[in-house]
């Protein structure tokens, strides 16, 4: 397709005023404040600061799942997703920038929430072993490491975009490209580190091979359900309205689907080599997890992560049915919440799956907050890249 057969939609900005869900953001963001003080008169000590970590990992996971997309879309030079990428972008360029200042509390209250920062520990044998690595000041400093490279590779990556709109020069795909390639393999290891460090570490006794790929599996699968539900909410009010197809969102759904099986096989994966093994090292991880409670929640997992998106969107007209794919994508939040709630709160109630009101708040706190400034970032910018070489091709329907 040629470039004067584009049709590019009259607005190229979000304009879209006065929808009843534009107040949802600072709704949220005002009703997770309120609750987490009323949550925490009412449960004082280390709940806050768990559930506020569980938030943080939810929303940390969004943000690093969509620089990986915008990675992969420039490693592959791929087409169809020249329409959403600039979605991607301005997630990765909002979250992970934000969430820096986020994860202070979590730092300085790292000893109240990693017991082996303060030497309380029943893991002091393998704390030894680590001790080079898991120590107070080389966590600090790898957390400022992990969030100084996604901030700047992700504002980075955003402004060759938006470069790219004013001059329409192919030179700042080329560059984007070739940093991609170079520091793909720095972005899976930061992502791999920094889920070891602030989830896996939670039990430092434990020992797991796959975590780092189990975390980055579940992050990417619940970015592809919050693209595949913004992309739809964008096309119906948008400047997107013109530009995505049938194509595109089949190719999302695909990849939904794609990441829903290579989860499982990550996860089935870790809890096999576990179990083969059978070293006490390892197995005590799931035995705690496999008593009372906590054993109907990963049965839930199990089910409601992987069996349940699976035989949804096996059916290839599924993944174009609008409605049922906001289900599935809600549905995605929640089972990767809890997916998140099943790592980290049995190393505060071991005794069973304990929700709390704020585990509610904290995370409609961190919504509320990421949103809007997704939503002043994404609005003060085109919409999709304009001027990309890859747009005609992608508005083609072969």
Known sequence: MSEASITLPKEVKYTSQGQPWHKLPS???????????????????????????????FFLSIGLGALFLVIVHHIFDANWSVPTRRICENVAATFLPTLF???????IFSGQIYDWMSGDTE??????????????????????IYFAFWSWLSLYLRNLSLNQDKDGSSRHTHVARRWCTRLILFYAISLTLAAIDWTKSLQIG??????????FAGSVWVTLATLYMFSLLMKKEGPLSTLLGTKHFKAMGTLFFAFTVFYAYIAFSQYFIIWNANLPEETFWYAVR????????????????????????????????????????????????LDLNFIIMPVLHPEGFSPSLL?????????????????????????????????????STH
């Open 27 to 57: 709704l949220s963001l005002i009703a997770g404040v309120v609750l987490t003080v009323v949550g925490f008169i009412f449960q004082p000590g280390k709940q806050i600061l768990f559930s506020y970590l569980q938030a943080f990992m």
């Open 101 to 107: 200042p986020l994860w202070l509390p979590i730092a």
């Open 359 to 395: 585990d509610i708040s904290t995370w409609l706190m961190l919504f509320g907050l990421l949103t809007t400034l997704f939503m002043k970032s994404f609005r003060a910018h085109p919409a999709f890249p304009i001027k990309d070489p890859r747009l005609g091709e992608s508005l």
């Open 290 to 337: 496999d008593v009372g409670s906590w054993r109907g929640l990963g049965m839930l997992m199990i089910f409601g992560h992987f069996f349940v998106p699976f035989l949804v969107l096996l059916r290839i007209d599924a993944k174009l049915n609008t409605t049922l794919m906001v289900l599935v994508g809600l549905w995605a939040w929640l089972m990767h919440l």
């Open 123 to 144: 893991f002091a044998v393998a704390l030894e072993a680590k001790e080079a690595w898991m120590n107070t000041t080389w966590w600090w400093i790898r957390g400022f």
């Open 206 to 215: 434990w020992f797991s091979t796959m975590y780092g790929v189990y975390y």
